[in-house]
Structures are given as structure tokens and as C-alpha cells.
RNA sequence: GGGAGCAUAGCUCAGCUGGUUUAGAGCAUCUGCCUUACAAGCAGAGGGUCCGCGGUUCGAACCCGUGUGCUCCCA
């Protein structure tokens, strides 16, 4: 069979993942094996595969590859969550493109069309995660709002309200005036803008006939005024003493309100006075509850003034912000106006300036909750990868606020509290259950008079319960699924979202399971673009990550992002780490193209038996030592590191020295052993290397030979102990060549140029078992044993053995002095370094014993070398 | 304002229990090679005040303190 010159991905592919799926290798059922489960992350269903997914799902399709292949019974569960802002957002621009306004639908009609846009363009991600080649269990595809998972969470709802965990109140909470919803505190973005800090007057009132005296405030907000409720100053800020108590005048609306001193005033900013306006913003909030003030809310849910207001009705609030100055103005109010930067808070979703606004919503209590979740990973009963983010999710956890989950939206789960004409309400999982509660003698009702909740859950209400529930944990509680697969292994997720949805899902199982919901968590960095920028839509800098499929395939795809993104560390996306994977599958596939041209060529005698013994042993302890390594590295969570290893391995072990030593001359034939075992290696590497590149490791590997299974579901061996001795010895070779291959350049000897080498040892022994491969390394036509220095050639030191380079070529004594002289210059160094380590007394009493042998070695070693470049420098001509 | 983290080669990062040659890798750079697997390649090389200062220790990139700069999270 002929091979292309370089590999080339497409159809490869297209091919192995149909081919995998066909055998359904990905499927996975309880049986008598340890199971190895993960849940993915469910993306949003509105969402498109971009960088983060890519580094998310191609981490967690290694570690299930890689459990599948060590016997484990891999399951890798996917979904969709159905994000209701974002979804939303989406089915009411779509809706508002057709002509049809969000507002003239009743909510079925409304929801209608959302499961239609929903069914026509959700989920277009999990398609695009088969191309990254993601073994997914596609038959356990999970949705937020499948049927069951819906009652499951409208289940947990009455649940948690039945245990006194879920309460309904009047908070002050983010209020999005866009989308006329409350926003989470997560889900409020706060930045950094230019504002202007006004400071007004506010007349004081005072007894009749005395003259006019004014307090003066300083404020961002204006047009907040005709809410206030009060003035408040620091107790003892002089200036204000004699206010205690009085009255003040609101401007323009002239509503009179106290004066009132509280140390949470800071006596330093703006003025030392501030006004106290409760119903919009929070600390103003918490001030008015303390002092029982008057709390008036001057905005309509759209951020514009009512009637409450008085003035402005019916304008926004920040156009009334920029109108009301002049009217202040005019009025004796303004006393100037300095530029002030803030920090402000703008929703998530759709940017809007974020008002702190007081509403009755339901809200989850926290404390209960927290505490066993923030025992579980401070304990240890589930592993952070890397540990440093404990440190963050204690912190948080131990300052956790309740959580507000209503939400003013339609697609979503449904709040079951139901309210009766008198505003009594019951919460139950159906109108049904609700009427038993609200129906009283007195009462008499009927369910077409009770109401439910117009509002929606937050989305992680419902993700919070996603590692069991995508086994049915509570629609069918106790099942053999959800017994055999829970707990979840290993969480892969961004660190993002370790609040939102981590710790939650942490307190869910608990709560919900009473066992944790996984063991380990694996951290992943934020991708970023090469200047350290987020990748966003509105920078436009997110590479299209179906277009660099296609142009460099999806195994250097992964390659490229898994080779540069230790846990936990933000990875900075260059497209020429990517180029990088491409050429390394083009390695492979060069390596199988010259393994192949052998095959033809099997048999007939060979010479250099040992040469063939030495670079076999070598290798096969070299395989061992790397999967131990490998092994290693994978169970801490180092991918990365693992991989860059497996590369290695590959590129210079397998490839640059071992075929090279094996490599038999033009056209010659090949021992059918040395053959035999060299594909086996490769088959190994393939292996080893398959977690991380799927695609191309199954192909070659069914290229290498007729193969009985796939590589995707191959058992790995159990592991060798690594004979370091044999290392020792390959490491010696790899040694001496690079040195003379070194002399050979630094003395402009072209390749083509053959030596006489002569080398003066006392282990004559083992040079001679590796003579043929050492004389094709360094283009040697001769090797020699010599007693003493060979006159006029280039000498090479190695540990204690020293190499001349006899050529017909004229050397340059100067530049050969010169080398020897810098090497002599850094041995020196050394060994003055090693020496006075040694010679302190106090070194040689308190270091360990094995460390001073150590340094005593050093010290010989060195003393040895200086010995042998000095002879050489004498040896020089001229 | 509160908290966490980071600072090592031009760039991106390893360096885990303080001692394994005067610190390693990949990419980039430079030199020489189109050597019958691979120029998407081969063989080599150069490149460092381990952020500054102080301390602990026989010994510090590593531990402690402090300063500076950056990043993230929270309000």
C-alpha cells in the first residue's frame, strides 16, 4: 500500500470515529467492572463549541480514553443545559425578527416556539464535540428540562421549602431593567467607569425667622434624591455635632427627612455627610431597616421613574440623571461637581446597568447547606486539582450569602408556589396538591382561583443536581445506575465557575444523595489569546475551532492545546502549538512510512547481532520507564507533563536515536526479530499516546500490522520496572555521540566527511558491543583502542574516556585551544565551588551523608576532567 | 475596600521533600546539512542578577518577612 507523503487527518477522522461508535465502544452499561464515570459540563444549549470547551472536553475524553483502556468501565455522560437567560435572549430575538413581540404571547405560546428553536438549533455542540473526537455515551444525552429532570427539580424546590431551607422575601437584589429580571451577585459584573460626584445642599429646617442653613452631600446618583429617606453622618465628625437630630428638606420635592448619625458613614469621603435613599441601593438598605425609615421606590421595573417620584415620571432613570443637575441648579442645590471613577455593576447578559432594587423573590438559605460541603474538600473527601483553589472555595463557603433563584423569565423550571385571591400560597408539585393546602371551610376554593408563580428557577437550581440526576438519581431514586455510578470520578471545569455551580453541586449531593457528587476536581486554566486577553465575541479574537479542525486536524488540535495548559493555569492560545501537533503527527506518520519499507525486506543475514541487542534493550527499558512515569503523572492530574513526556519519547527516543541505530543501510534486509519487536514498540507508543491523539494512534496501529482488536478498547500492560543500569548505559551512548558530533561541527566537518576514531578507556569492553552503532553516528570509518593521546587530532572528553578525531582535514589549532580553554575555565569554577562546599566543616557534619558522597563525586569527577583537558591542550599543535 | 494567586531564557512554562554538577523543556533565534522516513525534517549551538531587599539554614529558585509589578475572585 502506498502512504502519502504527510499524514492527513480528514478522513482518518471521519472514519475511526464512525467506526467506534459502530462497535459502540462508547456505551457504556453497569457490569462487574470498577466504573470510571464523568459527567460533562453541560454546555449551554444555545452554545457553539469554542477554545474552553475544547480544553474542558478534550481533558476529560483523555482521562476517560485512558480509564477505558486500564479496565475501568468508562462512562463520559453528555448534555445540554437549557440556560435560560441566554436562551431566551436567543427565542425573543428570533421572535422580534419575525415580527412578533415577546410580550403579546401568552406563556405557552411563548414556550412553543422556544422548544422549537430549541429542537431546530440546540445542541448543534454536541455534534461538533464528535469531531474533537470526544468517546462520549451518546445514549445518555441529558437535558436540564427532559420531563424527568424538570419534576426532579421542581421535586427539590418543595423539598428544601418543606425543610425550611427555601423562603420567600423582600431583598435588595441585582435587578437587570433589560430583561426585567433579578440577576444572581454572580451574575453582575462590576467595572470600572467614569462618573461625576455631585455635592447638593439639602436646606436644614430650622425654627421660623432664624437664617437658612444647608448640609451638604455628595452623591454619583442624583436622580436617586427623590428616594431619600434620610442624611446620615458619622457620630463624631465635628462639623456635623450639632445636626443630631434635625431635619432636612429633599430638593425640588422638599419632603422633609431626619438627620441621623451612624458609624458606617466614612468621615472622608465626598463631604462626611451621606444621603440615605433605601430603596436603591444596598448599604442604604441595610442603614433604612436599622432605622426603620421610610422606604420609597421611585423606578419602574424598566429603570424608569413612577409616580412615587414625582418628578421625571415615565423618563429613565439615567436620562433623568443628566436632567435633573439644571433643575438643582436653578434651584440653589448644586454646589459643584467633581469627576469621580466607580466601580458599577452591569448584567452579564445583556450589559445593562445593574439597579440595586428591592423586590420579593424566593431565595435558597445557605448556611445548612454549606457546612458539609465545606468539610468535604477541606478534608480532603474531594481532591482540588490544583489544591490552591481550596483556599478560594473555603473563603467563599465560609462567607456565603443566601441565594436569590427566582428569576423573571418563561424557559425554565417553573416556581410550584401557587397563590390564592387573599395572597395566601402553597408550595406543592402540582396546582392539584397546592388547592389540598390553600383549601380551607372558610375558604372554599377552586383551582381555577389559585395562581401559580409567573417566575422561573435560576439555571443552576437545576445544574446543581446534574451528577445524579443524568442517572435518574431522584426521579428514580436508589436505582442500579445511579449505584453503580455514583459518585462521579472526576469533575473537569473552569474555575469560573467553582462558585456557581461546583460548590453547589458539592452541597446538592450531599443534601440530596447524602454522598458526595464526585472525587476528584480538575481545574482548568482560561483560554486566552497570545496578548492574555479573554477570548470574546465582542473582541473578536476567538479562533473559529471547527476551521482549525479542518486545517490541522482534530489529534494536533488537541495536541496543541493539551501540550501548554498545566491545571489551574491559564493557557495563552498560539496557533503555532497547533502547527506543532501537526508536525508531530507527521512524525508518526514518517516513522510508520519507514517501519513499513522494511517490511518487504525482512530476513536475510544481518550482521552486528549485539549492536541490535543494545539498542533493543535500551528502547524496551526506555518504553518502561516513561509509561511508569506516564502513570505517575496521570494519577497527580499532570497531563500536560505526561504528554510532553510521551512526545519526547517518541520524537527523540524512538525516533532520533532508536530507528536510527537499528536502521539498516540502503536497501539492506532486516532482521526479522529486530523487525518484529521495533513494531511492537510502535504499537506501545501508539498506546500510550492514544488518550491524548485518538485519531492517528488507531490508524497507524492498524497500519503496523493485521491488528485483532481496536487500539481505542486495547488493555494496557501492567508496568516494568525501570533497570537503570541499561539507562545508564544508553545515556552514555547518547553522551559520546552528541559530544563528537559537536567536535565534528565546531571543526567544520561536513557529515559526508568520514573520521578515525581512537578512544583511550578503561571499559574497552563496553564500547565494543555498541562499535557499528557509535561508527554510523558520528560517520566514523574506523574505531580504535589507544593507550595514550593521538597526536594531531581533536580530542573529545566523556566522563573519564577520552575520543580523538583523526581526519585528513586540516585542523585549526586555535579554535580547538580555545574550546578546551572555556571548558577548562568552567571546570575550574565547578570544581573551586564543589571544594569549598566540601572544606566547611559544618557542610560535612550536618548535610546527609549520601549528599556529601555526592559532592565528593562531583569533586573527583571534576578534577578528573580538568586533568584530561589539560593533557589535550598539551597535545595541541603548535 | 476584602481575599487569593503569580513573578525562572526573547515567548510559554517545568522545577513536587531545601542538597542530583554554576537551573531544565518546548517554541523562537543562530550555524551546518535538501544524508533514500520526515525541510511540517536532520545534526549542533547560543541564550538566565531564578523580580528587588532583608532573614532562617552548613546549604535557598524553593522556607519566612518586606517592597515592587501583574492577574484573578469577591464587594
Redesign the pocket.
Known amino acids: 500500500m502506498e502512504l502519502s507523503?504527510?499524514?492527513?487527518p480528514t478522513e482518518v477522522e471521519t472514519k475511526w470515529y464512525a467506526h467506534w461508535m459502530a462497535k459502540g465502544y462508547f456505551s457504556s452499561q453497569p457490569d462487574d467492572r470498577e466504573p470510571y464515570t464523568v459527567v460533562i459540563p453541560p454546555p449551554n444549549v444555545t452554545g457553539v463549541l469554542h477554545m474552553g470547551h475544547c480544553l474542558n472536553n478534550s481533558i476529560q475524553d483523555i482521562l476517560i480514553r485512558r480509564a477505558r483502556m486500564m479496565g475501568k468501565n468508562a462512562c463520559w455522560v453528555p448534555g445540554t443545559d437549557h440556560a435560560s437567560i441566554a436562551t431566551e435572549a436567543k427565542v425573543v430575538a428570533m421572535l422580534r425578527e419575525r415580527g412578533i413581540a415577546k410580550s403579546s404571547l401568552t406563556r405557552d405560546a411563548f414556550l412553543e416556539y422556544a422548544w422549537e428553536w430549541k429542537e431546530k438549533y440546540g445542541g448543534i455542540i454536541l455534534q461538533q464535540l464528535r469531531k474533537l473526537g470526544c468517546s462520549l455515551d451518546w445514549d445518555r444525552t441529558s437535558f436540564t428540562m427532559d420531563p424527568d429532570y424538570y419534576q426532579s427539580v421542581i421535586g427539590v424546590f418543595v423539598e428544601l421549602y418543606n425543610k425550611g431551607h427555601i423562603y420567600r422575601g423582600k431583598r435588595m437584589i441585582n435587578w437587570d431593567v433589560r430583561a426585567k429580571t433579578a440577576l444572581?451577585?454572580?451574575e453582575?459584573?462590576?467595572k470600572?467607569v467614569q462618573s461625576k460626584l455631585y455635592h447638593l445642599r439639602y436646606e436644614v429646617a430650622s425654627e421660623a425667622g432664624t437664617e437658612k442653613t444647608y448640609i451638604t452631600i455628595a452623591t454619583v446618583r442624583p436622580e436617586t434624591i427623590l428616594g431619600d429617606a434620610a442624611i446620615c453622618v458619622h457620630p463624631d465628625d465635628e462639623r456635623y455635632k450639632h445636626l443630631h437630630g434635625k431635619f432636612a428638606f429633599v430638593p425640588l420635592i422638599n419632603r422633609r427627612i431626619p438627620i441621623i448619625p451612624d458609624e458606617y458613614v466614612a468621615i472622608d469621603f465626598g463631604t462626611g455627610a451621606l444621603k440615605v435613599t433605601p430603596a436603591h441601593d444596598?448599604?442604604d438598605y441595610q442603614l433604612g431597616q436599622k432605622y426603620q425609615l421610610e422606604i420609597i421606590d421611585t423606578m419602574n421595573d424598566d429603570g424608569t421613574m413612577n409616580q412615587d417620584a414625582q418628578l421625571f415620571v415615565g423618563l429613565d432613570r439615567l436620562e433623568v440623571r443628566k436632567l435633573i443637575v439644571p433643575d438643582l441648579e436653578a434651584a440653589g442645590n448644586l454646589v459643584k461637581i467633581e469627576e469621580y471613577n466607580n466601580?458599577v455593576?452591569f448584567s452579564e447578559r445583556t450589559d445593562a446597568m445593574v439597579e440595586p432594587r428591592l423586590s420579593l423573590q424566593w431565595w435558597v438559605s445557605m448556611k445548612d447547606l454549606a457546612a458539609p460541603a465545606l468539610t468535604a474538600v477541606m478534608e480532603d473527601e474531594i481532591h482540588f486539582h490544583p489544591a490552591?483553589?481550596k483556599?478560594?472555595y473555603r473563603?467563599?463557603m465560609e462567607?456565603i450569602?443566601d441565594w436569590c433563584i427566582s428569576r423573571q423569565l418563561w424557559w425554565g423550571h417553573r416556581i410550584p408556589a401557587y397563590y390564592a385571591p387573599d395572597g395566601r400560597f402553597a408550595v406543592a408539585t402540582s396546582a392539584e396538591d397546592a388547592l389540598v393546602q390553600l383549601n380551607t371551610a372558610e375558604n372554599p376554593l377552586t383551582i381555577e382561583q389559585i395562581k401559580q408563580d409567573e417566575d422561573c428557577l435560576d439555571t443552576w437550581f437545576s445544574s446543581w443536581l446534574w451528577p445524579f440526576e443524568v442517572f435518574k438519581g431522584l426521579s428514580q431514586p436508589g436505582n442500579k445506575e445511579l449505584d453503580y455510578y455514583y459518585p462521579t470520578n472526576t469533575l473537569v471545569t473552569a474555575?469560573?465557575i467553582?462558585?456557581?455551580w461546583v460548590a453547589r453541586m458539592i452541597m446538592a449531593g450531599y443534601e440530596f444523595q447524602g454522598k458526595k457528587p464526585f472525587t476528584d476536581v480538575y481545574f482548568t486554566?482560561?483560554v486566552r489569546d497570545?496578548q492574555?486577553?479573554?477570548m470574546s465575541k465582542s473582541l473578536g479574537n476567538s479562533p473559529d475551532l471547527l476551521g482549525l479542525i479542518d486545517k490541522?486536524g482534530a489529534d494536533?488540535v488537541r495536541f496543541g492545546i493539551m501540550?501548554?495548559?498545566?491545571a489551574?493555569?491559564?493557557?495563552?492560545f498560539?496557533e503555532?502549538?497547533l502547527?506543532?501537533g501537526?508536525?508531530?503527527?507527521?512524525?508518526l506518520?514518517?516513522?510508520?512510512?519507514?517501519i513499513k519499507?522494511w517490511e518487504a525486506r525482512i530476513g536475510g543475514q544481518t550482521e552486528a547481532h549485539d549492536q541490535q541487542e543494545f539498542a533493543i534493550n535500551w528502547f524496551e527499558n526506555r518504553l518502561n520507564t516513561v509509561r511508569t512515569e506516564v502513570e505517575s503523572?496521570m494519577e497527580?492530574f499532570?497531563l500536560?507533563?505526561a504528554l510532553?513526556i510521551v512526545?519526547?519519547l517518541v520524537?527523540?527516543d524512538?525516533?532520533?536515536?532508536y530507528?536510527?541505530w537499528i536502521?539498516p543501510g540502503?536497501?539492506q534486509p532486516i532482521d526479522a526479530k529486530l523487525y518484529e519487536k521495533t513494531v511492537g514498540y510502535f504499537e506501545e507508543l501508539m498506546q500510550l499516546l492514544h488518550p491524548f491523539m485518538p485519531f492517528i494512534t488507531e490508524e497507524i496501529y492498524h497500519l503496523l500490522g493485521e491488528q485483532s482488536e481496536d487500539l481505542c478498547v486495547k488493555q494496557n500492560k501492567s508496568l516494568v520496572k525501570e533497570n537503570t543500569a541499561v539507562s545508564a548505559a544508553g545515556e552514555l551512548l547518547?553522551q559520546v555521540?552528541?559530544?563528537?558530533?559537536?567536535a565534528?561541527?565546531?571543526n567544520?566537518l561536513?557529515?559526508?566527511e568520514s573520521i578515525d576514531l581512537h578512544i583511550q578507556t578503561a571499559n574497552q569492553y563496553s564500547y565494543q558491543s555498541i562499535e557499528a552503532i557509535l561508527a554510523k553516528?558520528v560517520n566514523a570509518k574506523t574505531i580504535h583502542y589507544t593507550q595514550e593521546s593521538v597526536g594531531n587530532s581533536i580530542v573529545v572528553a566523556v566522563?573519564k574516556d577520552k575520543f580523538f578525531i583523526e581526519t585528513e582535514k586540516q585542523l585549526d589549532a586555535s579554535t580547538l585551544r580555545a574550546e578546551l580553554l572555556?571548558d577548562l575555565?568552567?571546570?575550574?569554577?565547578?570544581?573551586?565551588?564543589?571544594t569549598k562546599?566540601l572544606s566547611?566543616?559544618?557542610?560535612?557534619?550536618?548535610?546527609?551523608p549520601?549528599?556529601?558522597a555526592?559532592?565528593q563525586k562531583?569533586q573527583s569527577?571534576?578534577m578528573a576532567?580538568i586533568k584530561t583537558i589539560e593533557e589535550s591542550l598539551s597535545n595541541l599543535p603548535g
Not at 524512538?654 to 536515536?657: E, G, I, P, V, Y
Not at 555521540?737 to 559537536?742: E, G, H, K, T, V
Not at 566547611?840 to 546527609?848: D, G, I, L, S, T
Open positions: 507523503k504527510n499524514y492527513i444572581s451577585d454572580e453582575v459584573i462590576y470600572e444596598i448599604n466601580q455593576g490552591k483553589f483556599n478560594l473563603h467563599w462567607n450569602k474555575p469560573e467553582i462558585f456557581f486554566g482560561i497570545k492574555g486577553r479573554k490541522y494536533a501540550i501548554s495548559s498545566p489551574g493555569n491559564d493557557l495563552l498560539d503555532s502549538a502547527e506543532q501537526r508536525n508531530f503527527n507527521n512524525k506518520w514518517n516513522a510508520l512510512k519507514l519499507m503523572l497527580q499532570r500536560s507533563e510532553k512526545y519526547s520524537w527523540d524512538f525516533c532520533s536515536w530507528l536510527e536502521k540502503f536497501e547518547k555521540i552528541s559530544a563528537l558530533r559537536d565534528r561541527n565546531k567544520q561536513k557529515p559526508k553516528q566522563e572555556k575555565e568552567h571546570q575550574r569554577g565547578f570544581l573551586e565551588a564543589v562546599k566547611n566543616e559544618r557542610f560535612v557534619q550536618n548535610a546527609k549520601e549528599i556529601v555526592l559532592e562531583k569527577d571534576a576532567r
